[in-house]
């Protein structure tokens, strides 16, 4: 049973272009939530999507968009990139329904600006 | 908002002494709570959850932690570290909304052990 997979898994872009990450959850899970992991600090939220449908957003600018296709995969697109997007970029699937459902992580894309 | 506090950046500890890692939360009330560890070039693995019921939960590769509501805390134990457990910890907090909720973690702390 594979688990979720990022891809890709090392990207180098300059300021201002554009990046599109992609996820494939876990097998039978429906729910993406993408976080992003700076050198040195604990990841923090970007949004969920559940349902192809963007549920819940961290404080992050409009420059973070995403999507969900009807297989449950998600692209995080980026735009207008400077170097403070330099990071770490985790993609966690889980369950949508129901009590609170354990999230697992893929193993990232790490993001270089230059 | 909930906030969680990880006030050891960097803990060295010696191969079979024991470890805990500190992590204070913020909320008005229980949130969900969470250690998860994370080795170089790898994701995010869960240690261990604590939603309710009984404080002290044990989790895998011997990890323990126990909830402390009068502390606001949720620390991670273990009786005997091995070279292995070498790695980055991270507690986060969910808000039990019933759904998938989003994580809010910790800054980390990065455990060296020493052979």
């Known amino acids: 049973d594979a688990g979720v997979t990022q891809s890709p898994t090392h990207l180098i872009k300059t300021r201002g272009q554009q990046v599109t990450l992609r996820c494939s959850p876990k097998?039978?899970?429906?729910?993406v939530s993408w976080y992003q992991q700076a050198l040195g600090q604990g990841p923090q939220f970007i949004f969920q999507?559940?349902?192809?449908?963007?549920?819940q957003r961290g404080n992050f600018p409009d420059r973070f968009s995403g999507h969900q296709f009807p297989n449950y995969s998600s692209e995080l697109n980026v735009n207008a990139l400077w170097l403070g997007d330099s990071a770490l970029y985790l993609c966690?699937?889980?369950?949508?329904?129901?009590?609170?459902?354990?999230?697992?992580f893929g193993p990232g894309t790490r993001l270089t600006v230059l | 908002a909930q906030s969680v506090t990880q006030p050891d950046i960097h803990i060295t500890v010696s191969e079979g002494a024991s470890l805990e890692l500190r992590c204070n939360y913020s909320?008005?009330?229980?949130?969900?709570l969470f250690w998860y560890v994370q080795s170089p070039g790898q994701g995010l693995q869960l240690l261990l959850k604590?939603?309710?019921?009984?404080?002290l939960v044990q989790g895998i590769k011997g990890f323990e932690a126990e909830f402390k509501r009068s502390q606001s805390s949720f620390n991670l134990r273990k009786p005997s570290v091995h070279w292995s457990d070498a790695a980055e910890y991270f507690c986060a907090v969910a808000i039990p909304t019933g759904t998938a909720s989003k994580l809010t973690f910790g800054t980390g702390t990065r455990l060296q052990v020493t052979l």
């Open positions: 097998s039978g899970h429906d729910t």
């Open positions: 604590y939603f309710s019921g009984d404080t």
């Open positions: 999507y559940y349902e192809e449908e963007e549920r």
């Open positions: 966690a699937s889980s369950l949508g329904r129901g009590s609170y459902n354990e999230q697992f």
């Open positions: 909320y008005g009330a229980t949130p969900y």
